[in-house]
């Protein structure tokens, strides 16, 4: 026989860190939630929106945990909306921006649970436009690659000189998770690229603890070690940052935003 479930689950795009950026969609979805499962490098001030009532469960590797497994967040998720609760899961960014958020959808629904998405703005947005810059200026990029520079366990790694032809071709890129493999990844795309080409990084947009650092495909590694750069940061490449390389803002960062407000 096949139950309805009363409960259900929404995938709520978080933002980028900075609650005013959430959707009003969303702060709804949060406000309704009877359980919250909260993802890694969600702001804390997005949590304030949800009833003191809620049962909040933090899922990422917060409080130096590792991260929970995914097969446990699905099936604690499934369960809760079995008990008929309004599931909310909240993830960074735009749910369907890696994350997961398309295998928590198909498996919720393989397993008869209602699901609903709320867009959130995804990091590599916000990351370029704390720079001072679009994704696609008229000028200077006809479109926008997002590209993870993690694949997944077993999976094919990004090409990355062929990505670099693609941005040469005019193509803004904006590389998810890639701090960690960014020499890789830059030398790769310096195959393809000069390497005067404009390069940035930005860590922790839109929160406190944002820094931006604008430099070039050649210089990018060094200057990113010597400014310490960090997890969680999107790198950007291409010629829409050309204003903002051309304006001095490297290497950091505070002194960036120190200009920016003179
Ligand atoms: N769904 C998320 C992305 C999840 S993958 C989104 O749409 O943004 C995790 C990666 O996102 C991190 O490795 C980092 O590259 C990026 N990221 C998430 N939050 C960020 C932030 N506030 N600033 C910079 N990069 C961020």
Not at 42 to 62: F, N, P, Q
Not at 101 to 124: C, M, Q, Y
Not at 164 to 193: K, N, P
């Amino acid at each position: 026989m096949n139950m309805k479930i009363s409960g259900h689950v929404t995938l709520v795009g978080a933002g980028p860190g900075d609650p005013e950026l959430l959707t009003i969609k969303a702060v709804r979805a949060i406000r309704r939630a009877t359980v919250l499962l909260v993802d890694d490098l969600v702001g804390d001030g997005v949590l304030r929106y949800a009833r003191r009532s809620a049962r909040t469960v933090y899922v990422g590797k917060r409080g130096g945990c590792a991260s929970t497994p995914q097969a446990f967040i699905e099936r604690l998720m499934i369960a809760e909306a079995q008990r008929g609760e309004r599931v909310v899961r909240l993830k960074g960014g735009d749910p369907f921006v890696f994350g997961r958020g398309g295998e928590e959808a198909e498996h919720l629904r393989a397993a008869g649970v209602e699901v609903e998405v709320v867009n959130g703005i995804t990091s590599g947005l916000a990351a370029t436009t704390a720079l001072g810059v679009p994704w696609t200026h008229r000028e200077h990029a006809r479109g926008v690659m997002l590209v993870t520079g993690h694949a997944k366990e077993g999976g094919i790694a990004p090409h990355w000189p062929t990505l670099g032809a693609a941005a040469a071709q005019g193509l803004t890129l904006v590389v998810y998770m890639g701090v960690a493999q960014l020499e890789s990844i830059c030398d790769g795309l310096a195959d393809a690229l000069p390497t005067h080409t404009p390069a940035a990084l930005v860590q922790a947009a839109s929160t406190p603890r944002e820094r931006r650092l604008v430099s070039t495909l050649g210089a990018l590694v060094a200057d990113a070690r010597a400014a310490a750069i960090g997890s969680p940061a999107v790198l950007i490449v291409g010629d829409v940052l050309q204003g903002v390389a051309a304006a001095g803002a490297r290497p950091d960062v505070a002194s960036a935003r120190q200009q920016a407000q003179r």
